[in-house]
């Protein structure tokens, strides 16, 4: 039995695409005037386990923020804006920062924003110790 031509070619295709898509999103070494190499390197993979940790943590807490941004909106607008819209911000809060800790998993390798800085703020739902923001 034969294969057809266009099987091979659409293979060759998703082949090139993928070839290409990982050749892309690879992180670029830029040349930091007055650092070594060493010194490049230890602080990029240390910026790159921070994001990865980080995008783990708010995966696994954004739940938290049906708790966190209620409280805040209550000590700010009153009892009664934290049962209306301190509820709805909290449920917003929530698929935001699973949504930016399923990126930072996705791109921890990538200095996506620069230099690894965090995308949502405060970088962690019970920053600091507290709830505060």
């Known amino acids: 039995m034969r294969r057809s031509k266009g099987r091979s ?8 695409i993928a070839v290409l898509a990982i050749g892309m999103t ?3 070494w830029a040349n930091i005037p007055g ?3 060493e010194t490049r390197d230890h602080a990029y993979v240390n910026g790159m386990m921070t994001k990865l940790g980080r995008g783990i943590a708010n995966i696994v807490t954004c739940p938290l923020e049906l708790i966190r941004t209620p409280t805040l909106v209550g000590r700010r607008q009153g009892y009664l804006a934290s049962l209306t819209v ?8 929530t698929l935001q920062r699973g949504a930016i800790g399923l990126f930072e998993i996705a791109t921890f390798y990538a200095e ?5 800085a965090p995308i949502m703020k405060p970088e962690f739902v019970h920053a600091h110790g507290d709830w505060s923001e």
């Open 112 to 116: 996506i924003p620069d230099q690894f």
């Open 26 to 28: 690879t992180p670029s």
């Open 86 to 93: 301190g509820i709805a911000q909290g449920a917003w809060r």
């Open 9 to 16: 070619n659409t293979r060759k295709a998703w082949l090139g």
């Open 35 to 37: 650092s070594s190499d």
